[in-house]
């Protein structure tokens, strides 16, 4: 039923946003040289290995340039990008990932597959499912650059500050999965667009990481 729900609203989704989704591609070409999509390597379900669809929101070749994470100040980002990313909109192109089976509407977050290599006994069980376009601590985490904006290492920021956390709640995700948990997901997110500083009330104990920026004068 999970897969019905995703190819019926991911293909829904993509064929009324095309003219939209068109437009974005437009503009990233004509702002900066290079490809419309950025297409990195996640893992996904059981570990395995796809390639993810992203709008790009980085000068080319960005990976070479800097670390995996990305602070709000990161130079590699275009104007353009900074945009996308604050709106969530360069997320959108994963619906074709959705609709490939790669990835679900709702399920944690895909992470890259050198950092899945170190995964403990535990975090592994999060391969379990699949891997979504929101879950809980994409609510929770609605804007991580801002949050790493002003530290000088913002991997070794993600690592302290925003990793534990995002990890309990993924966990949490795979222990309550349900169609009616990921009901409850999307439109929360939806609304969490809306209202930046808002929660839910599931999340009711974890501290917004709009609070926290004191990460900044932390010696990352």
């Given at each position: 039923m999970k897969r019905c729900v995703d190819l019926?609203?991911?293909?829904?989704?993509?064929?009324?946003?095309?003219?939209?989704?068109?437009?974005?591609?437009?503009?990233?070409r004509c702002e900066s040289p290079g490809p419309v999509f950025y297409r990195g390597r996640r893992a996904g379900r059981g570990g395995r290995a796809f390639r993810i669809y992203k709008f790009r929101t980085m000068v080319v070749d960005a990976e070479l340039l800097g670390g995996?994470?990305?602070?709000?100040?990161d130079p590699r980002l275009t104007p353009?990008?900074?945009?996308l990313r604050r709106c969530k909109l360069d997320e959108l192109p994963?619906?074709?990932?959705?609709?490939?089976?790669e990835m679900s509407l709702v399920g944690p977050r895909p992470e890259v597959v050198?950092?899945?290599?170190?995964?403990?006994?535990?975090?592994?069980?999060?391969?379990n499912v699949p891997p979504g376009i929101t879950d809980w601590a994409s609510i929770w985490n609605a804007d991580e650059g801002t949050v790493l904006a002003g530290c000088r290492?913002?991997?070794?920021?993600?690592e302290q500050?925003?990793?534990?956390?995002?990890?309990?709640?993924?966990?949490?995700?795979?222990?309550?999965?349900?169609l009616w948990v990921d009901s409850k997901i999307l439109f929360y997110t939806l609304l969490k667009?809306?209202?930046?500083?808002?929660?839910?009330?599931?999340?009711?104990?974890?501290?917004?990481l709009a609070t926290a920026n004191w990460a900044r004068a932390q010696p990352w």
């Open positions: 019926v609203v991911s293909v829904a989704a993509l064929v009324l946003l095309a003219p939209f989704l068109a437009a974005i591609a437009y503009r990233i995996p994470t990305t602070a709000g100040d353009l990008g900074k945009l994963q619906l074709i990932n959705v609709v490939q089976g050198e950092k899945v290599a170190r995964y403990s006994r535990e975090e592994k069980r999060i391969l290492d913002a991997d070794q920021a993600y500050i925003i990793r534990p956390t995002k990890i309990r709640l993924q966990l949490m995700y795979c222990e309550q999965s349900s667009l809306c209202k930046k500083d808002w929660l839910p009330p599931e999340l009711d104990g974890f501290e917004p």
